[in-house]
């Protein structure tokens, strides 16, 4: 693949994304994107992006950094995006703070997409005890039943324990609905994360069923004199066929806080708990 992309003339900038791969994978990865003489962003989520820096290879800790340096080097611009401080998600997390009620005390993640999952993990457990997932990594704990949410609970509903006979979420939503109005059941839940991604292949609209759940988990919650905090983010552009700006429009009027980006979202839900 990677000779494809440096022989052709189209490719200005390179991204690779992957989680940390065994060091002499790495390093292979690494010789082959260094002879490939363009310049080559690298995000292996988890492991420290200056120590990949060096050459034509520019480092990035997050998916989204790694998006905005893509961008910058292909403009011939400086490659010197970070993504938000907790300080900034600290600010956005105290006026949503305000809706909760003492018992509601944990986040639950439905991701459609395993890398923002794996992402979210990755940055969750430095700042949340006791996180439980079916893709545990680091820190995290295993899920002992994945249809059932323990404490903070962020799930990949794309993964082959929930796709099995069944369209992965990204393009059919139902299973995702029906968790989330199980997560707006239980007292404790206090934010759902949400992953909503466009591009083809995905679902036509998925902000139009997402809302419907999320209209119907906000009834339910209500009735119990609870409101729970939906924390969400696009993963698209307006050149997408289902249009990114129709797309926010939709989640914003159920009252869907929209983030920038997958890390952004998870800063603020985690400074929200934390």
Sequence with gaps: GHKALTNDAETKVIVLVSKPPAKEVADKVLSAAKASGK????????ADAKGLEG??????????????KAVALVKGQKADFTSISMTEAGKEATVLRQSLK?????????????????????????????????????RVKKLENIYKSLGHTVIDLGDDDFTHGKPHPMIDPSQRNDRLLQEANDP?????????VIGYGANPDPAAELSEAIR???????????????????????????????????????????????????AVAGAILS
């Design 188 to 196: 404790e839940t206090a934010v759902i994360l949400l992953d909503v």
């Design 102 to 138: 003492a018992g509601q005390k944990y986040i639950r993640g439905l991701y459609s997409g395993g890398t923002f999952c794996y992402e979210a993990l990755l940055s969750l457990q430095t700042v949340l005890p006791d996180i439980s997932s079916n893709i545990p990594t680091g």
């Design 55 to 68: 050459g034509n290879i520019t480092g990035a800790n997050t998916l989204e950094e790694a998006a905005h």
């Design 216 to 266: 119907q988990a906000h009834e339910a919650a209500h009735k119990n004199g609870r409101h729970i905090v939906f924390i969400g983010f696009i993963c698209g552009t307006d050149k997408d066929p289902q249009g990114f700006v129709t797309q926010k429009k939709k989640l914003e009027n159920v009252g869907v806080y929209i983030c920038k980006s997958n890390i952004h979202a998870v």
């Design 39 to 46: 310049p080559v962003v690298v995000c292996f989520l988890g």
